[in-house]
């Protein structure tokens, strides 16, 4: 049994759980915070990405401390028959850059790694061992569940760290490769020069399960490599799914997750881009919320964060309309034209894609175009229950 009262506690050390816990040591170091987390380290295990348009002034300033690659000279994309560059910049942090940030930034009271959560409620966590963690406030940013009451599939993605035998000579990333063979489905290659000999390889598909096959991708991934004349040592890797949601009853979601007066962040509550599965810029957004809304009792925190993820849900609805094709509305082989369409258009039309904040004018622009149109015809398909993909 612990005898501190902490004013917030937070369950979860990913991206929204690590993120929240910085800003709150930034902008309100009175408040004492703790962060829980089961697994070894910080950080959810793999790279973070993200486009400098995405984020605010503030949430750039959030993001300062920790120490990312960056990339002022914009990214390349790759699809069969044309090649594209835009200017934006790129960003990118590692897990173990992330841990390392918020143990140089947060107490060193406030992190509990190697420790299981068994339960949560409105006054605190209840830890594996037993431990009691009591708090004013509970958030739980412990990750995406998956729920019957949810459509839709999986990004499954698999990383390999290397080390050239000569420099590599690639300037900027490319984001999406889908020239490749595309394996009767939406894949594409995501590469970063991370130095001057080094590059993250990674595979990425959208899959109706979200268990890969590690040896078939690291196949894949060889062979990328050797055509590209990419050779040396793996310093490492990293393998993840994020669910690619394409509808169902997001009341019936929340309501089936709830805890009372426990709020809810990060893809557990909702705040991801439903195509993408990018969550770094949703998670910098709520970590400032809740910096901002630091004094609310857990009752009132978990109202004000559900009713921001029902916000996200109604403005991201387009998303997962598109994200329907990736999942049965068009031929496996032309899939990749969902991506083709939207980064053959003006690049701030792009970053607003990417960032989900597109216009009613930049969907209309996204719709333009005869194969595209025919494509959109099966939009009432695509996606089965999370829960039931989760399961197969």
Do not use: N
């Not at 994309?77 to 897990?95: E, I, M, N, Q």
């Not at 020239?179 to 595979?203: I, N, S």
């Not at 690049?347 to 333009?368: I, K, N, P, Q, Y």
Request: aromatic content about 8%; overall charge positive; glycine content about 10%.
């Amino acid at each position: 049994m612990t005898g501190r009262q902490f004013d917030i506690a937070i369950a979860g050390g990913g991206l929204s759980g690590g993120l929240i816990a910085a800003a709150l040591a930034r902008y309100r170091p009175e408040l004492r915070v703790v962060l829980v987390e089961a697994g070894e380290t910080l950080g959810g295990g793999h790279r973070a990405s993200w486009f400098a348009s995405d984020l605010s002034p503030q949430g750039v300033e959030l993001l300062r401390p920790f120490r990312k690659t960056e990339w002022d000279h914009g990214y390349d994309v790759d699809f069969p028959a044309w090649r594209r560059t835009l200017a934006t910049p790129c960003r990118s942090l590692s897990s173990d850059e992330f841990d390392a940030a918020l143990h140089r930034q947060l107490p060193d009271d406030a992190i509990r790694i190697r420790r299981p959560i068994a339960a949560l409620d409105g006054a605190g966590m209840t830890l594996a061992d037993g431990e009691r963690i009591a708090a004013r406030t509970v958030i739980d940013c412990r990750g995406f569940t998956p729920s019957p009451h949810l459509k839709g599939g999986w990004r499954v993605f698999m990383g390999r760290h290397l080390r050239t035998v000569r420099p590599h000579g690639i300037a900027r990333p490319t984001v999406m490769d889908a020239a490749v063979e595309q394996h009767g489905t939406c894949r594409f290659v995501h590469v970063l020069p991370l130095a001057a000999h080094e590059l993250l390889v990674e595979e990425s598909y959208y899959a109706d399960t979200p268990t890969p096959d590690r040896s078939l991708l690291s196949r894949r991934i060889d062979a990328y490599c050797a055509a590209r004349g990419w050779q040396g040592d793996i310093l490492g890797g990293e393998a993840g799914v994020l669910p690619v949601v394409t509808g169902g009853d997001f009341a019936a979601h929340q309501a089936a997750q709830r805890v009372e007066d426990v709020a809810i962040a990060g893809a557990r509550g909702g705040f991801a881009h439903p195509l993408t599965g990018a969550s770094l810029p949703l998670a910098v957004e709520t970590a400032l919320l809740v910096a901002a809304e630091g004094d609310l009792p857990g009752v009132q925190l978990s109202a004000l964060l559900e009713t921001r993820a029902r916000l996200h849900w109604r403005r991201t609805r387009f998303y997962r309309r598109l994200a329907r094709v990736l999942f049965g509305s068009a031929r496996p082989d032309q899939r990749w034209g969902v991506f083709a369409r939207i980064y053959r258009l003006p690049e701030g039309l792009v970053e607003r894609f990417h960032a989900s904040r597109s216009t009613h004018a930049d969907r209309a622009r996204m719709l333009c175009g005869g194969p595209w149109m025919r494509a959109m015809a099966g939009w009432t398909g695509g996606g089965a229950a999370l829960a039931e993909r989760a399961a197969a």
